[in-house]
């Protein structure tokens, strides 16, 4: 086993210099608009929360590979970026140990057993999020009032931004009283880091340009909500929101640019990435509207994630190549 | 050829059978939510799978090989619906938290397969030590599942419902109430059979190696 | 010899009568058994509930009912318990088993109804076999389907909305709803045909 010359290693295989780490700082970079605004919108709180979040997927990672025996591999960042990532789609008045729990689970069940990095077939803050999403459904709801926000904070589920059902359920009147500008803006109410699709927006765009991410998903999944949407909302306006108010609301922006570009849950071919969002975008919605009490665009993706395999499969045909009748 | 012992002995670790045969999966998932539902769903199936092995045994030479599935499942049918009958006359509380999975231990694959694998090619005396030393292995795993789930679901341990025999492990004070749902909900099931079989990974590889050295 | 056809029929009749045979005696030793725990642990803490303040003269249970209701359509004799609450020499409360079938075999319901104001007082899922979870949640008394049952107008029976009814389903449940909701009904048209007469004896 000692002279293994061909060590082949799980996707990614792209080699131009940039390593692994890299390409996690960067995707770290481009969050900190939105966690900044976060911060901003709900002080001290959602910076401790963060703060745990990240410590504790480092603590769980670290202590795993302690335990396997195995070299650490918190040096490629990746834990701190799943830490960060689940804090973020957490509400800002979630108790600590939620966010302990659900980071500790994320790397525990949704990274390290499919080996340290790569392996995941679902991302893996997303599995920590939903775990402790179904498991305290109550917890995962506890908004706070943003500091700046044109409405105020009113019963529970009026203002669960995110909270799809709810969201779409508002009554027509109350949809008015959200502007547009305001919910792009990020003066809205929702978890830590996903209130403000400008700044997801911009740190997404800065992605595909460093050649992070490619573009097809996010835009995929965007296409897929508008369209979805457009058609709901034009069918029954009081059952379905219209457009804008889906793509600006909830993690819809997050999970566009940070969910959907995920390296290893997500197809590797240009058309495989590009349905995933499109299928997924309208799954999001459907899934709004018909009746998920939390989360339906993490929901969504992880869905999703679950067929990537199939969307691999999805190939361009190489140039000059006819199609073989076995 | 096995000693007695070993006949038994082997359900026990070596062919320990949610985790070693990887058989008998769906009550392993679906019953495993507390303790009580372990060890009972485990004992029921003991007890069919002892009876049915003894009556093929020992009918092993009479049965027509054509017609010999049809014959197991007949008898091993007839001691379900006996421990149906049975525990819901005196364990009714126990057989409600089983539910349906008590008619189906009839599908159970561990009691087929014992009944074509070993019982109708061995004496009564062998057949029912693999039997008991099986099931009792497929109790002692659903046992450890479902204290394991309950304990890291609800901080209890219910060992016996009938009789009150409830246990709080983790108190968390006056009127608040430790429930992690997640791992009572059927996901978490999977998780937890997944950390029992690299626990018992681990375990064997490191027994190999020290045989070795 | 074993591979002769009627040595196999011979084998598997012996083995399936024997096993027949076993079943019928466990059957006979487990039910009275059974039926008395349902008594004691399900019906009479339902029908104490449900008759709960009407200072009722009699003991339901005691006075309960064997109510005969002819045969099925493979000759078996149907029967059903029947109790009866009185006051003032009235008959004012009945409650009836009765039974459908669901998803997974027959659900089991006891209905309570009060007789002067033709009302379900409520019901309760004594046995089901439905799958967990979705019809399974029959047999919690807190489900809104089960609540939705008290204080239900029956005279002019119980269906499901979809039917043209006031009952509404389970989601996902449809079929175990559906039986539930029959086995009500049925109940109630037994109330009416049964309880006078009933009461006049």
């Known amino acids: 086993m000692t002279n293994q010359r061909l060590v082949v290693s799980i996707s990614p295989h792209i080699k131009n210099g940039r390593t692994v780490r890299r390409m996690i700082v960067t995707t770290i970079a481009a969050l900190m608009p939105a966690t900044l605004w976060g911060f901003y919108q709900f002080g001290l709180d959602a910076v401790a929360l963060v703060a745990v979040g990240i410590t504790a997927a480092c603590g769980t990672e670290a202590l795993i590979s302690r335990l396997a025996g195995k070299t650490s591999s918190l040096g490629d960042g990746h834990a701190v970026l799943t830490g960060l990532v689940l804090a973020l789609l957490v509400p800002a008045g979630a108790p600590f140990w939620l966010v302990i729990v659900g980071a500790a689970m994320a790397i525990l069940v949704g990274k390290m057993p499919f080996g340290p990095l790569g392996g995941a077939p679902i991302y893996p803050a997303l599995v920590g999020l939903l775990i402790v999403a179904t498991s305290w459904p109550n917890e995962i709801k506890s908004y706070v009032q943003p500091t700046t926000a044109p409405i105020e904070l009113k019963a529970q589920g009026a203002a669960d931004a995110e909270f799809p059902r709810d969201a779409v359920l508002i009554d027509p009147s109350d949809e008015a009283e959200y502007k547009t500008a305001d919910l792009f803006l990020g003066k809205q109410v929702g978890p830590i880091g996903v209130i403000s699709p400008l700044l997801l927006l911009l740190g997404g765009l800065f992605l595909i340009l ?104 999805i190939t361009p045909t190489p140039f000059g190549k006819v199609a073989s009748h076995a | 050829m096995k000693t007695l012992t070993q006949e038994f002995t082997k359900g026990l670790w070596e062919q320990i059978p949610p985790f070693r045969l990887v058989l008998g999966l769906c009550p392993t998932l679906a019953v495993t939510k507390s303790l009580e539902g372990g060890w009972g769903m485990g004992l029921a199936t003991t007890f069919v799978l002892v009876c049915s092995n003894i009556f093929i045994s020992a009918l092993r030479n009479v049965i027509p090989p054509k017609v010999r599935i049809a014959t197991f499942i007949v008898i091993i049918a007839t001691f379900v619906v006996i421990t149906e009958l049975v525990m819901k006359a005196y364990t009714p509380m126990l057989s409600e938290t089983l539910g349906v999975f008590i008619p189906l231990i009839v599908v159970n694959c561990i009691i087929l397969g014992r009944a074509e694998a070993f019982a109708s090619k061995n004496g009564v005396g062998r057949s029912l030590l693999d039997g008991l030393g099986i099931g009792l292995g497929f109790t002692l795993a659903l046992a450890v599942l479902g204290a394991l789930r309950e ?3 609800t901080g209890k341990l219910t060992m016996f419902a009938q009789a009150n025999l409830d246990l709080t492990i983790i108190p968390l004070g006056e009127g608040r109430e430790f429930l992690f749902k997640f791992m009572v909900d059927p996901p978490g099931a999977f998780v937890c059979l997944g950390a029992m079989l690299l626990l018992m990974n681990l375990i064997s590889e490191r027994s190999a190696r020290s045989k070795a050295a | ?100 079938a669901g998803f997974g075999g027959d659900i089991e319901v006891l209905t309570a109804f009060s007789l002067d104001d033709k009302k379900i007082l409520g019901v309760k899922t004594l046995s089901q076999s439905e799958t967990m979870g979705l019809g399974a949640r029959v047999s919690n008394d807190a489900e809104p389907f089960i609540q939705q049952f008290g204080g239900m107008n029956y005279s002019d029976g119980v269906a499901m909305r979809s039917n043209g009814g006031q009952v509404d389903a389970i989601s996902g449940a449809t079929v175990s709803s559906v039986a539930f909701t029959a086995a009500v009904n049925r109940a109630t048209v037994l109330v009416e045909k049964n309880v006078d007469s009933a009461a006049a004896n």
């Open chain 3, 1 to 100: 010899m074993r591979n002769k056809i009627w040595f196999m029929a011979v084998v598997l009749g012996v083995v399936a009568f024997l096993a027949g045979l076993a079943l019928s005696g466990v059957k006979g030793m487990t039910t009275p058994i059974i039926e008395k725990r349902i008594l004691e642990q399900k019906i009479k803490p339902s029908l104490d509930k449900f008759f709960d303040g009407l200072d009722l003269e009699n003991d339901c249970i005691e006075d309960r009912q064997v109510l005969d209701l002819g045969k099925d359509a493979r000759g078996r004799k149907q029967v059903t318990t029947l109790f009866l609450g009185k006051k003032g020499g009235k008959t004012v409360v009945a409650a009836l088993q009765t039974k459908a």
């Open chain 1, 210 to 313: 460093r050649r992070v991410s490619r573009w097809q998903a996010p835009f995929g999944f965007l296409i897929g909500m508008g369209l979805a949407a457009g058609i709901g909302h034009a069918l029954d306006p009081s059952g379905c929101a219209s457009a804008s108010f889906h793509l600006f609301t909830g993690s819809a922006m997050f999970g566009a640019f940070f969910l959907c570009t995920d390296w290893s849950s997500t197809p590797v071919t240009p058309w495989g990435m590009f349905l995933f969002g499109l299928i997924g975008g309208g799954l999001a919605v459907l899934l709004r509207i018909a009746g998920l009490p939390y989360g339906a665009v993490p929901w969504a993706i992880v869905i999703m994630s679950l067929a990537t395999p199939i969307f691999d499969r």
């Open chain 2, 151 to 153: 304990l890291l679901g």
